[in-house]
């Protein structure tokens, strides 16, 4: 949502440099240099980043040094302020993206490439969400389960995370799919299963996943290496994996698609210097992110991969 300021007629502009005026106007009225300073014309234009929560004034507070980071150096192109709008559902992001109210987006893989699908926007950037650069999905249950590999769930209950999430929904359920084992959504955790099918019920969050785990109440559950790693060094009840799946970039950052490649192009270059300074490292961890880097195997595969696994699930349904 970047609109810029108003500048001067080529012919003023003409007519000042005749007669040596080295002003800058901030409009189209005649400025009288002789008793007044040179003004500088501040730049009016507006970047937004956007984001998806139920927790509005933590996702303002972890983003808004990185918005007016970027709106103190794009004074170039016009930009001079910053905002950070949340939104609580993806399909209002995907309106403010389609009407220009937000310029740069960043989630995990699969709510990133519904919305950029959906809007047109650019993916630019891989982030790193803290140290960690690629994840993915782990199908665990309690060590004392006769459960022993993922072909034993059928029958069973696993538990996800939500609909929107990549690591705790989109990657263990094309998983079930690519292993032919047939997954369905049930109503509760306490539903019944057909013995050729492996239901699946959403806990909300992955500590609630886990927790479900741990007490007994699912068969198994699916939720990311990292958070899965640090259960197992704090829980009392030991843990087994049952099976994983492929990796995937942690987090990405896209760009309305019609901002324009130089202006895009100078954002990308702007985050991933943050690396290089102490004012970027300390707008890092406020962030929660580690570094914003480059794919490394080019833009277009991860989400040629995830589009993949998302039509797989459509195809099933």
């Given at each position: 949502?970047i609109?810029?300021?108003?500048?001067?007629?080529?012919l003023?502009?003409l007519?000042l440099?005749?007669?040596g005026?080295?002003?800058?106007?901030p409009?189209?009225?005649?400025v009288?240099?002789?008793?007044e300073p040179?003004e500088?014309?501040?730049a009016a234009?507006?970047i937004v980043?956007g984001d998806?929560s139920?927790?509005?004034?933590?996702?303002?507070?972890r983003?808004?040094?990185?918005a007016?980071?970027?709106a103190a150096?794009?004074?170039e192109?016009?930009?001079?302020k910053?905002e950070?709008k949340?939104?609580?559902?993806m399909?209002?992001?995907i309106?403010?993206?389609?009407?220009g109210e937000?310029?740069i987006?960043?989630?995990?893989?699969y709510?990133?490439?519904?919305?950029a699908d959906?809007t047109?926007?650019?993916?630019i950037?891989?982030?790193?969400?803290?140290?960690?650069?690629?994840y993915?999905?782990?199908?665990?249950t309690r060590?004392?389960s006769?459960l022993?590999?993922?072909?034993?769930?059928t029958?069973?209950?696993?538990?996800?995370e939500?609909?929107?999430s990549?690591?705790g929904y989109?990657?263990?359920?094309?998983?079930?799919?690519?292993?032919d084992l047939?997954?369905?959504?049930?109503?509760?955790i306490s539903?019944?299963v057909?013995d050729?099918a492996v239901?699946?019920a959403?806990s909300?969050e992955?500590q609630?996943?886990l927790?479900w785990?741990i007490s007994?109440?699912?068969?198994?559950g699916?939720?990311?290496n990292?958070?899965?790693e640090?259960v197992?060094?704090?829980?009392?009840v030991e843990l087994k994996?049952?099976?994983q799946?492929?990796?995937v970039?942690?987090?990405v950052?896209?760009a309305r698609?019609?901002?324009g490649?130089?202006v895009?192009?100078?954002?990308?270059s702007l985050?991933?210097?943050?690396?290089e300074t102490d004012?970027?490292?300390?707008i890092?961890?406020?962030?929660?992110?580690?570094?914003f880097d480059e794919?490394?195997d080019g833009?277009d595969l991860?989400?040629?991969?995830?589009?993949?696994?998302y039509?797989m699930?459509e195809?099933a349904?």
């Amino acid at each position: 949502m970047i609109h810029k300021t108003l500048f001067p007629t080529f012919l003023l502009a003409l007519v000042l440099a005749i007669a040596g005026c080295t002003t800058t106007i901030p409009n189209e009225e005649t400025v009288d240099t002789s008793s007044e300073p040179n003004e500088v014309v501040e730049a009016a234009g507006l970047i937004v980043i956007g984001d998806i929560s139920d927790e509005p004034i933590k996702k303002i507070e972890r983003h808004q040094p990185l918005a007016d980071y970027l709106a103190a150096n794009l004074s170039e192109y016009g930009i001079g302020k910053a905002e950070v709008k949340i939104a609580q559902d993806m399909e209002t992001m995907i309106q403010w993206i389609e009407d220009g109210e937000v310029d740069i987006y960043m989630d995990s893989l699969y709510p990133a490439m519904i919305i950029a699908d959906a809007t047109g926007a650019t993916p630019i950037l891989r982030r790193w969400k803290k140290d960690v650069a690629e994840y993915h999905t782990v199908f665990f249950t309690r060590a004392d389960s006769e459960l022993a590999a993922l072909e034993d769930l059928t029958g069973q209950i696993v538990a996800f995370e939500e609909p929107n999430s990549t690591s705790g929904y989109m990657l263990p359920h094309a998983f079930l799919i690519e292993a032919d084992l047939n997954p369905l959504e049930v109503a509760s955790i306490s539903s019944a299963v057909s013995d050729d099918a492996v239901g699946y019920a959403f806990s909300g969050e992955d500590q609630n996943t886990l927790q479900w785990v741990i007490s007994g109440e699912a068969a198994a559950g699916a939720t990311d290496n990292y958070s899965y790693e640090e259960v197992v060094e704090e829980s009392e009840v030991e843990l087994k994996v049952l099976a994983q799946t492929e990796d995937v970039p942690r987090g990405v950052v896209i760009a309305r698609g019609d901002l324009g490649d130089e202006v895009i192009s100078k954002i990308s270059s702007l985050m991933m210097g943050l690396v290089e300074t102490d004012e970027g490292l300390e707008i890092l961890d406020t962030n929660k992110t580690g570094q914003f880097d480059e794919f490394p195997d080019g833009l277009d595969l991860a989400f040629e991969r995830m589009r993949e696994l998302y039509a797989m699930i459509e195809t099933a349904q």
